[in-house]
């Protein structure tokens, strides 16, 4: 690998290192490098905190060396002023010789602004450095910017022959104690979690993270008719949650109740969440929620584990329709991924 690849491959590095604290922002990663060697490295750590050529800039010993150095970035830097102020401009006044970046922001705010700052300027700018690798890492930012709804993440458990569930909806547990923590984790990496009817009324769960350390997401349940329980774990107002339904729109501390038209469809929904801002949600469920996403075709993404358990008759699973990107093993449950193209 080249010398330029390694920099900007420790820069994506970085930026992996703000997944789940940044968004709705992009997660971006910044090296600095004079004469072969690196002089600064930072990330966007924080939502509404400083971006990631801030802090490698300020990482840097002797400011001195700017002028002869290339700085490597993940994604062009900003052109607008936000919760912080543009990034190009601090690049221009700090008059560094040369800026390589990954990747274009699709954002309208920034869309090329950024590079032209930095043209204008006199700095050599170089473009498409592992454009895909940063695009990938940042598919939920681009997914909004582009699709305007959030990332969409299928994610359920099945047993070996096929089944989510009993005919009664029990399913605990279907997987290993492994997988449950990697789901956790999974939670604390995404903006909302979202179940239906079913789900929340037989698993009665609490859709927060407690196996890892991380924020809880926002908590979403669909109940067209509003038949849910208030004793759910759901609606303790523990956790922010909203509640999709068709009868009525109220606040009540962090649980709100938003009403939808009646014969809403899963883009009603995703369309309120992109109102929200809401950059990625995780679909655990039911089979039904989970059948109606994959038949409308706005998921982006299926996470399965099947377990070496059998429950011999059931719910049956949905079946993704794409071909497997990825299979893992955890211990005795099996991992695999899909990607809708």
Sequence with gaps: MKADELYMQRALELAELGRGKVSPNPMVGCVIVHQ???????????????????????SVANQDLLADSTVYVTL??????????????????KKVKKVIIAGFDS???????GIQILKDAGIVVQTGLLEQEARFQNKRFFTQIEKKRPYVILKWAQTKDGFVAREDYSSKWITNSSSRQLVHKWRAEEDAIMVGKNTAKYDDPALNVRDWVGKNPLRIVIDSKLELPNSLKLFDEAVPT?????????????LEYAKLNPGFKIKDILDELNKRNIQSVIIEGGSYLLNKFLASELW????VFTSSNKFGSGIAAPVPPTPVSETIEIL????RIYHHV
């Design 36 to 58: 072969d060697r690196i002089i600064g490295e930072g990330y966007h750590q924080q939502y509404g905190k400083p971006h990631a050529e801030v802090n490698a800039i300020n």
């Design 76 to 93: 062009e830097p900003c052109a607008h002023f936000g919760k912080t102020p543009p990034c190009a401009n601090l690049l221009v006044e």
């Design 107 to 113: 954002n309208p705010l920034v869309g090329g602004k």
């Design 242 to 254: 909203i509640c999709f339904n068709t009868l009525k729109s109220e606040v009540k501390g962090t």
């Design 300 to 303: 982006d993404e299926a996470r």
């Design 332 to 335: 005795d449950d099996t991992l």
